[in-house]
């Protein structure tokens, strides 16, 4: 059975650390998800976009992480990731999603309000717990783009939450999406997210908190990426960010990183090998690795709970 993940997120809050959401596309990325939280003992969002569900299907995705439940003892949620359309949306909800969010970040606030509140009212008939999202964060993620950061404000947010009565918050505190974040370091307002957690008392999300791991990003430019200048969140960032309040970190761009890396390296030393299952495999360890690393960032190891 999936785990709630508002009861993720409220364990998290009080414990003072943050439950990783993974995007997941495929077999072999859930995989790599569950595997590292396993071996560390730790709660996991899987996630998936409207993107990933073109790709693969909302029914197979669904499967996949109902038999990772059943199969593992840790607690594993399914997130619907960046929702604007309420249809899919709505089969999110009936199809046993954990979560979904709806993404009015590009609505006016009135009018946000007013749809995040209409899809609270589906979910919570369900038992399902809703995110919703004030402020643009910057940068591009599938067909979520926006040049401009628009940082949330507190007392917006307070009043936002009051209205729509929204489970859990993504807040705009100055990163963007992509592998491309900042022209040189990572500058989060933590000052702003304080600001933010005293006034809204449900758990805060940060999205485009990708760190773009260097070794991932020069394995996979030796054998033949052309990334050019990544930066993304530093780990001393992402780690003040946790301790002022985020209790949900979103992490996509350095799984497909990861993914790209052990595939190209896997290919350029063994040309000869057209077996999928072999060209597959090294992403899935690449991908484990850069779970296992953003679990222990976040201080979520150990943090789970039987789901026998």
Known sequence: MLAKTKYLLQRAQKGHYAVGHFNTN?????????????????????????????????????CLANTASKLNKIPIALHLDHGRDLKLIKKAIDLGYSSVMFDGSHLSFEENIKLTKKVVSWAHQKGVSVEAELGTIGGAEENIISRNIIYTNPLSAQEFVKKTGCDFLAVAIGTSHGAYKFSEKSNLNIELLTEIKNRVKIPLVLHGASTVPLAMVKQAEHYGAKLGHVCGVSNAQLKLAVKHGICKVNTDTDLRIAFDAGVRKFIKEKPQDFDPRHILAPARATIQQVVEDKIKLLSSIGKAYSQV
Do not use: F, H, R
Not at 27 to 45: F, Y
């Open 26 to 62: 495929n077999l072999e990325t859930m995989q790599a998800i569950i595997s590292a939280a396993v071996k560390l003992n730790s709660p996991i969002i899987l996630a998936t976009s409207a993107g990933a569900i073109d790709y693969a299907g909302m029914e197979y995705l669904v």
